[in-house]
T-cell receptor, first 116, second 116 residues
Framework: DAMVIQNPRYQVTQFGKPVTLSCSQTLNHNVMYWYQQKSSQAPKLLFHYYDKDFNNEADTPDNFQSRRPNTSFCFLDIRSPGLGDAAMYLC???????????????FGPGTRLTVL | AQKVTQAQTEISVVEKEDVTLDCVYETRDTTYYLFWYKQPPSGELVFLIRRNSFDEQNEISGRYSWNFQKSTSSFNFTITASQVVDSAVYFCALSIFSGGYNKLIFGAGTRLAVHP
């Protein structure tokens, strides 16, 4: 089955210790997104890649970076995690980003990050 | 303002009851898309439905049905004969065109608990 996969499902890191979360997709979609979802809140878009074109949301902290080495993989790097970065991180993909219905986003299972 | 309001924070029902989740949106766009996603305890956001602004026909899929009314800017979701497996957080979302691409604006979500 075509899908969006995130690893690991649970990640524990220490305050200030860099951490990388990964996302892969077999849908062959052009667009990959990273969202942050804190407890009892809606997902918040951090950034997205349209092919290799990186698009940062204006309010995404500099502490968050992303890499997309190829169509299938995308990584979220948190350079110096703080306690406030503890959240669920969701990866999503869409075939396109401007032409509905191809911009429907499909989500992975998420990685729950704990910062000690 | 472009936003989505889900006024019901939590709903609790007993199995086999019907339940309606409300969604009210605001947008200045004449062409837009509305979505419903389900987020079970496992964390993955599951796409349920997409509806464009020109299609006001109600839709039914098994026990799920959606009522879209542009006159009241509402896109409500009804689960008939609810089951325990329907327990989840449900997000309504609006797709808006911003910064050169479509992005999702999520409501705050409604947590549905279905008890046996």
């Amino acid at each position: 089955d075509a899908m969006v996969i995130q690893n690991p499902r649970y990640q524990v890191t220490q305050f200030g210790k860099p951490v990388t979360l990964s996302c892969s997709q077999t849908l062959n979609h052009n667009v990959m997104y990273w969202y942050q979802q804190k407890s009892s809140q809606a997902p918040k878009l951090l950034f997205h890649y349209y092919d290799k074109d990186f698009n940062n949301e204006a309010d995404t902290p500099d502490n968050f970076q992303s890499r997309r080495p190829n169509t299938s993989f995308c990584f979220l790097d948190i350079r110096s995690p703080g306690l406030g970065d503890a959240a669920m991180y969701l990866c999503a993909t869409s075939r396109d980003r401007t032409s509905a219905p191809t911009d429907t986003q499909y989500f992975g299972p998420g990685t729950r990050l704990t910062v000690l | 303002a472009q936003k989505v309001t889900q006024a019901q924070t939590e709903i609790s029902v007993v199995e086999k009851e019907d339940v309606t989740l409300d969604c009210v949106y605001e947008t200045r766009d004449t062409t837009y898309y509305l979505f419903w996603y389900k987020q079970p305890p496992s964390g993955e956001l599951v796409f349920l439905i997409r509806r464009n602004s020109f299609d006001e026909q109600n839709e039914i899929s098994g026990r799920y049905s959606w009522n879209f009314q542009k006159s009241t800017s509402s896109f409500n979701f009804t689960i008939t004969a609810s089951q325990v497996v329907d327990s989840a957080v449900y997000f309504c979302a609006l797709s808006i065109f911003s910064g050169g691409y479509n992005k999702l604006i999520f409501g705050a979500g409604t947590r549905l608990a279905v008890h046996p």
